[in-house]
């Protein structure tokens, strides 16, 4: 090492705070160092990898200086006690630059410094980049698993977590930290709440979010939807739904029909519910003309208390757009129709879905439960296929583990229906229908119309191909 260099280090580390934070620094500098190369070259590592590259660290590293300049302050200090000879001591060292070893001392600094700003700097950069990246989202929490998991076989799984939970300026990003921050203490203390409260009351607008990609009032006229579903029976008989959706838009004709009316621009649908979105007690629509109409029904002693105010937007429908959690029903046609799980097994709906919805403790115990109720099943009642088609049993069982670890998560108290899709109504209670029911009534006396061909008409409704080609044929 260099003279020079010797002399620096010699310097901050004479009084116990200078060897303190040298230490540290330097360890910390080291360690920066290394996990920055190891990045460079390709390793992932684990999701910890980057909060204690770009976080922990750099704040250790930080921590190092400001203990360094401690030390080099009383050092200073008490070696001009020391010199003074009874001389007025001043507050700052006087910095002679016509002194050979102040200008090298001072130059040996610049050095570190300027180095230890650009591993600060770049750490810095690097941090606000990885606490915006989806794997911080995602996996530096296992609180989030559900919702990561979710994320990850969603249509929207190649849009960043951030552009939809914080926006762009640094009010939003300095809100999300410190929201951020206040969910860690409570990771830390085991505080959180369980499941993840629904909805998210800070989300940003569908205007600064959906309609970036989006745009409700271009959509026109009709959309076909075919669903496949399956029947219960011996033959997992394939059945077919066939709905003629009325997707509507059409600001150029001047007016939104079909389901976007409830976007149109010229409009606003304020509704009154409780936190949860799920029971509404008053409608209200705001004209252009100026003139408005409300609609109210009367609560119940058992309804949740509806306080929350709410202008209507994509989400109050499309409230799952990334985070889907399937229904076991979905999840056991969606295997039957893609083929993953074999629909020659006799019964296979019936007895993966009986095996899905148990109560489970843990995803190990779902694992081994769905695997111990199946075999069994095709053990007693079909003995000779259990042995024949042994492979197409597990592949079935595999795939029913595989659907009921990514949809349910007993630590965070999810489960089937935790967080239910309001596209549709695929409850009684829930989507459509809590507006779209007689209990709301105006002054007048009108009603909300529940008539189903407000949104859709139905072709067939789960038929199987023959029945289809008769209907098609009538």
């Known amino acids: 090492m260099p003279h020079r260099a010797k002399s620096f280090l010699a310097s901050l580390t004479r009084s116990p705070y200078g060897l303190f934070g040298t230490i540290i620094a330097a360890t910390s500098a080291f360690l920066i160092v290394t996990l920055l190369a190891y990045e460079a070259v390709g390793e992932a590592g684990h999701p910890y990898l980057g909060i204690i590259t770009y976080i922990i660290l750099p704040i250790f590293f930080f921590i190092g200086l400001i203990f360094i300049l401690i030390g080099i302050r009383r050092q200073t200090k008490k070696r001009l006690e020391r010199d003074a000879s009874g001389e007025i001591i001043p507050d700052f060292p006087i910095i002679d630059l016509n002194d050979d070893r102040t200008r090298t001392w001072l130059l040996t600094a610049g050095g570190f410094g300027a180095a230890a700003a650009v591993l600060l700097a770049t750490t810095t950069m690097k941090g606000v980049e990885y606490i915006d990246s989806n794997q911080f989202c995602g996996t530096s929490c296992h609180v989030m698993e559900p919702e990561w998991t979710a994320y990850q076989r969603s249509p929207h ?92 838009g059409g600001q150029e004709v001047g007016i939104s029909v079909g389901v976007h009316w409830h976007v149109d621009p010229s409009l606003e649908v304020h509704y009154r519910s409780d936190e949860k979105r799920e029971f509404v007690e008053e409608i209200e629509t705001l004209y252009a003309d100026g003139s408005r109409k409300v609609f109210t029904r009367e609560a119940g002693e058992n309804d949740p208390v509806a306080e929350s105010v709410r202008t209507m937007d994509c989400i109050d429908c499309h409230n799952r757009p990334t985070h889907v959690y399937l229904t076991p029903e979905e999840s056991v046609d969606g295997a039957l129709r893609l083929g993953v799980i074999s629909r020659d097994l006799p019964f296979i709906r019936r007895e993966g879905l009986a095996a899905l919805k148990v109560e489970y403790t843990s995803h190990d115990e779902a694992r ?37 670890v990514t949809n349910v998560f007993p630590a965070m108290a999810v489960t089937w229906g935790t967080y239910p899709d309001h596209l549709g109504h695929k409850g009684m209670a829930g989507g459509c229908f809590r507006c779209h029911n007689v209990a709301f009534t105006a002054e007048d006396g009108s009603k909300i119309s529940a008539d189903c061909e407000l949104c859709h008409q139905i072709v067939a409704y789960e038929r199987t191909a023959d029945e289809i080609s008769l209907v098609i044929e009538e």
């Open 157 to 248: 799984a190649r849009v960043h977590c951030v552009d939809c939970h914080i926006g762009e300026g640094a009010a939003n990003f300095v809100q999300a930290k410190l929201s951020g921050a206040r969910q860690v203490v409570r990771t830390i203390f085991d505080s959180y709440t369980r499941p993840i409260p629904t909805p998210v009351h800070d989300l940003r607008p569908a205007s600064a979010t959906c309609n970036e990609c989006h745009w409700p009032t271009r959509f026109h006229g009709d959309r076909t939807r075919v669903i496949t579903r399956f029947r219960s029976d011996s033959a997992n008989t394939e059945t077919q739904t066939i709905i003629v959706n009325n997707v509507g």
């Open 368 to 404: 081994e439960g769905i695997a111990s109720q199946i075999r069994e099943f095709y053990a007693d009642e079909f003995p000779e296929l259990a042995v024949d088609r042994a492979h197409a049993v597990e592949e079935a069982i595999a795939t029913l583990q595989e659907r009921y």
